[in-house]
């Protein structure tokens, strides 16, 4: 089955605020990023630290953010490594410059 | 930029675990220490090294290993059992790259050894995300204002070295002489060559 988002797919992040673990970091909650590759299946930590079995397995994708887009400010990018179920695709200004 | 406090805390309730698991039979202190052992053994910044001066030295083996960092270091006995993906990032005129796990201290520890207190700490953690031109300069590593910076925020399974850029005036050395000259900091990307 191909990948959900190919390199260069523009992505944006949930915004959710879980009460357990989560690999999303807070400062990347909502944010819009663009694929720069995937790195393989894992089981989502989100489930799997709270000690279940039932963990999902799912495609991992490095994603680019713009350092303005995370802050506002700064001239660098940030790439993070999130699940799939982080992610939506972004159709919104998808030709964007990032 | 160390959180000795923090340390303190962890430390003690790393102390109580053991000593629980070894009251309720669960594991013996000298398996314990079997398995803490087995997964240092060897770790060590001078692999990363040696990795970097392979791939100065041989463009075949530096293709490979930017295109997939796990199998190119495992042709060298590196990483070898590890459920862990390897990604290595270039540096190069144009852009400068840096690690950090701001989740916790995630790290390729078979390559880089044993982490720097300061890359655990919540100062670097938190700030080179945020500004890492600024952080980089309190290692002493100013960078020209064109290079552009990528952090790379280990979230997941993958994680990440840096191949610094190889330094001018160094066509003469051997391959071990190169490796000396790369830093654990240089593998970060705190540091440069």
């Not at chain 1, 590759?37 to 709270?50: M, N, R």
């Not at chain 1, 000690?51 to 799912?58: C, I, Q, S």
């Not at chain 2, 220490?33 to 100065?56: Q, T």
């Not at chain 2, 952090?151 to 000396?180: C, F, H, I, K, N």
Request: hydrophobic share 40%.
């Amino acid at each position: 089955m191909p990948d959900r988002f190919p390199p260069g797919t523009p992505v944006r992040t949930f915004r959710h605020d879980p009460p357990h673990h989560t690999r999303l970091p807070r400062y990347a909650r909502g944010k819009r990023g663009v694929v720069v590759e995937p790195e393989g299946h894992a089981e989502l930590a989100d489930v799997s630290a709270q000690g279940r079995g039932d963990a999902p397995v799912e495609q991992v994708y490095a994603v680019r953010f713009a350092a303005r887009d995370l802050w506002g400010e700064g001239d660098h990018h940030v790439v993070l490594d999130l699940w799939e179920s982080y992610l939506e695709a972004d159709e919104e200004d998808a030709a964007d410059e990032r | 930029m160390s959180g000795d406090h923090a340390d303190a805390t962890i430390a003690q309730r790393v102390r109580r675990l053991e000593t629980l698991l070894e009251d309720k039979g669960v594991l013996s202190g000298a398996r314990l220490d079997e398995i803490i052992d087995a997964s240092l053994s060897g770790a060590s910044p001078a692999n990363g090294a040696r990795v970097v001066a392979r791939a100065w030295t041989d463009p075949e083996f530096k293709a490979r290993l930017l295109a997939d960092g796990t199998a190119a270091v495992r042709e060298l006995g590196f990483m070898e059992g590890s459920y862990q993906r390897l990604r290595v990032v270039e540096n190069t005129e144009a852009t400068h790259n840096v690690i950090v796990c701001t989740l916790c201290s995630c790290y390729p520890l078979r390559l880089l050894g044993p982490s720097p207190s300061w890359y655990k700490s919540e100062a670097y953690r938190s700030r080179v995300v945020r500004e890492p031109r600024a952080v980089l300069g309190e290692f002493g590593l100013d960078l020209p204002a064109g290079t552009e910076i990528t952090v790379w925020d280990s979230s997941a399974e993958t994680r990440y070295m840096v191949l610094p850029r190889r330094p001018d005036g160094t066509d003469g050395l051997t391959e071990e002489q190169l490796a000396a000259l790369v830093t654990r900091n240089a593998l970060i990307g705190t540091a440069a060559v």
